[in-house]
């Protein structure tokens, strides 16, 4: 490491007993880079076997990479928690500017423990941490009002970060979100409910210094090398143009785009929802997270008028993504992509899961549908496809925990469909929602295996479309590639490169160059072997938590669903499932 | 003379890239070095600041730095003598833009040259050297 590089400093927060203390740690830097492959150790360190995930003791643990501050689009935190959601793995990514103010703070991880007895905002500056009273922040409706305040109240601003929860987290809804900068979230999985727990309203983190390279000239050069191929070249087009939201027509066209809680693979309004559309009527501006060039986050211009009152508007920029546009809408029946933007708001608002939030949604809606409850269950709202009012009230009366049912609606599909009913179209994969891609088996086969559990962490859906839609290709040898890609992301994720420019930063050798800049040794073949070796370790911690292969399921839906490769084959599942238990665990 | 200025502020994203250019001159990461900040007004749901010396023509820091440190260019704006700078940071509370940025690590002010290394940075367009 470059001397004095602070990577390696890692900041323990106590939130009941407001103290903190700065720890070296060069041991895990060393070997494991940072990110996922740092903060997989302090879990497996800090994290006491079986606990309860919404108790004192489950640690938040937030960490980067040596890249970022130094080469652009590394630009990502990895969080990671024992899942509310799961009962598993919690990891979650957000950008926004987490990651460099984690970095220019002068930290490589920071580590939350403890439960406080009120709530409290914690302030990073530096070398110093503040502790603030967030009574009076607790409780208010919006997930925006109290980040308002917190920016308005403290320094830095232009270099910090604000992390802060919602309604959704102050009452540890299994899928409550942590918000980064209004527009970026550590969405899956439940951070939202563990900050909750510990009545930690929020954290700010604040820091500008600066980080020392071996070679300025080369450094200048590889900089210019990679900003280029962000900014010019074809690979990062996607994501600049229209974004994300260019899937919605590509899956419909291919017949993979879950529809109504998957009893559909196209929607007939997709045009009308499509990126496209979006982009053309409401796409209003386009920011990026900090240190990276592309900005692909795409905000449409939402304007609603007040029903009470002619001539009263109220206006408001609204994030959208492919994701929320399959959860919230496609998969809701939404025709329109103002109700759309509408239901995005609102999941803002109480900072929560989109993508749990409208799959929850669809399953209630085709329980209501199939009579297997009634408006008791709902308390008077009668969901329907494409009725986004209902979609309103029913995320207001989750919130709320207005009764029984809405309560197990706040901890997932698999939780309420074991009380309810309708397991067979409960659509997760290991207790976590599922996301917009019905390819083919190994999208699913991706989810079920992923150390992490959203759709950016495999190769599955990709595989779907570039192996299996054009021959056989046996189960093991999907499972073969899924790991090895696994690998490959554990090494992404441990620098804190955004996924997204995978197909510049995948290369190796480039990685083991940029590190050798900032004075770190890692061949090409080290760096192969680490990915493999953090995945396994990641799974020390998953099989401790009780994940086993064998409680791995599908819904029916899934299997009576056609995808774009056809039917998906209980069987060809089955035996995937028994190799890669056999390669995992091994 | 050239002066970087700020050709429409409604373009910027955010990126942070010309304050990552601006620190980079001096050959390495971070940000303790940079004299350009990019700031939301409100918010990221409201326009972005860029915040950035102006060259002023008779520059106010230069006149209450102590020892002289600031020497105005004929061109408009200042040039630093570290040397002479005694850190007293008169000159950042001084200028009504916070155009003077502080450099902790040294403990030193760290205003634009206008130099242009960041233009090439901003992939749109929001910033350029200009001609006045
Ligand atoms: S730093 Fe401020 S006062 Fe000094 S020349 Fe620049 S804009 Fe004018
Ligand atoms: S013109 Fe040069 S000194 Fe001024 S902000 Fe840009 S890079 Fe920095
Ligand atoms: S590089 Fe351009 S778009 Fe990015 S922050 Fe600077 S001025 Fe804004």
Redesign the interface.
């Known amino acids: 490491m470059v001397y004095q590089d602070t990577i390696s400093r890692v900041l323990y927060i106590d939130v009941k007993d407001k103290k903190f203390w700065i720890t070296d740690r060069k041991d895990l830097f060393d070997k494991y880079i940072g990110g996922t492959g740092v903060a997989t150790q302090l879990l497996l360190e800090e994290c006491p076997m079986g606990i309860d995930p919404l108790s004192p003791d489950n640690p938040i643990i937030f960490a980067v990479g040596p890249l970022v501050?130094?080469?652009?689009l590394a630009s990502k935190t990895v969080a990671m928690f024992k899942s509310p959601h799961t009962g598993d793995l919690g990891e979650s990514h957000a950008g926004g500017r987490s990651a460099?103010a984690i970095r220019?703070a002068g930290y490589g991880a920071i580590v939350i423990k403890g439960a406080s007895d009120f709530p409290v905002y914690v302030s990073v500056q530096g070398n110093q941490v503040f502790f603030k009273d967030a009574t009076t922040l607790w409780g208010m409706n919006s997930s925006?009002t109290p980040?308002?305040i917190m920016?308005e109240r403290e320094k830095g601003?232009?270099?910090r970060t604000i992390l802060r929860i919602g309604p959704a987290g102050e009452k540890m809804i299994s899928y409550a979100c942590v918000v980064s900068?209004?527009?970026r979230h550590f969405g899956r999985l439940g951070l939202g409910a563990v900050f909750g727990s510990k009545k930690l309203k929020g954290i700010i983190i604040s820091g500008?210094?600066?980080?020392?390279?071996t070679d300025?000239?080369k450094?200048?050069q590889l900089?210019k090398q990679i900003?280029d191929q962000a900014?010019n070249s074809e690979v990062m087009r996607k994501y600049h143009d229209l974004g994300t939201p260019i899937n919605v027509m590509a899956l419909n066209n291919l017949g993979g785009l879950p529809t109504k809680n998957l009893q559909q693979t196209s929607f007939e309004q997709a045009k009308e929802i499509s990126g496209e559309n979006i982009a053309e009527k409401y796409l209003g501006?386009?920011?990026?997270?900090?240190?990276?060039?592309?900005?692909c986050?795409h905000?449409a211009n939402l304007r609603e008028s007040y029903k009470d009152s002619p001539y009263f508007y109220k206006t408001?920029?609204v994030g959208y993504d492919y994701e929320p546009l399959f959860s919230l809408g496609t998969m809701l029946g939404i025709e329109n992509a103002k109700d759309i933007l509408i239901l995005i708001e609102e999941v803002e608002k109480y900072a929560m899961d989109a993508m749990s939030a409208g799959v929850i949604l669809a399953w209630a809606t085709e329980m209501f549908e199939k009579k297997l409850i009634s408006t008791v269950e709902t308390a008077g709202v009668e969901p329907a496809w494409n009725n986004t009012k209902a979609y309103v009230d029913m995320l207001a009366k989750i919130i709320k925990q207005e009764n029984d049912f809405y309560k197990a609606l706040g901890r997932g599909v698999v939780y309420a469909s074991e009380i309810y009913g309708g397991k067979e179209f409960a659509l997760a994969h290991g207790k976590n929602e599922m996301s917009g891609y019905h390819t083919g088996p190994a999208s699913h086969l991706g989810y079920l295996l992923s150390a992490r559990h959203s759709h950016l962490c495999n190769a599955g859906y990709s595989l779907d479309q570039s192996l299996l839609m054009e021959k056989e290709v046996s189960p093991e040898e999907i499972v073969d590639k899924l790991v090895e890609e696994e690998g490959v992301r554990q090494i992404l994720s441990s620098l804190v490169v955004c996924f997204f420019s995978r197909a510049i930063y995948k290369d190796m050798n480039l990685i083991s160059e940029l590190l050798a800049l900032m004075g770190i040794k890692y061949s090409a073949e080290d760096l192969k072997r680490l990915g493999r070796e953090i995945h396994s370790e990641k799974f020390k911690f998953k099989l401790r938590e009780g994940f086993s292969f064998e409680n791995l399921k599908l819904a029916d839906r899934v299997y009576e669903t056609k995808a774009p490769t056809g039917y998906i084959s209980r069987d060809y599942i089955e035996r995937a499932l028994i190799y890669a238990k056999k390669i995992i665990e091994k | 003379m050239k002066k970087l200025s700020v050709i429409d502020n409604k373009r910027c994203t955010a990126c942070q890239s010309c304050m990552f250019a601006c620190s980079r001159r001096d050959g390495h990461g971070g940000l303790s070095n940079s004299c350009i900040g990019v700031k939301t007004a409100g918010g990221f749901e409201g326009d972005m600041t860029i915040v950035v010396c102006r060259a002023c023509a008779d520059p106010p820091c230069a006149k209450v730095c102590p020892t002289n440190a600031l020497i105005p260019k004929s061109t408009g704006g200042v040039r630093l003598e570290k040397t002479k700078c005694i850190g007293c940071k008169l000159c950042q509370q001084t200028c009504v833009i916070d155009a003077v940025f502080w450099n902790k690590e040294e403990n030193k002010p760290v205003i634009c040259i206008q130099c242009g290394y960041c233009v090439g940075f901003c992939p749109h367009n929001v910033i350029k050297l200009v001609t006045k």
């Open positions: 501050g130094v080469f652009p460099i220019l925006l980040a308002r920016r601003a232009g270099y900068e209004t527009y500008k210094q600066s980080l020392k390279v300025s000239k450094y200048k900089y900003y900014v501006k386009r920011i990026a997270c900090a240190h990276c060039p592309t900005a986050v905000l408001t920029y």
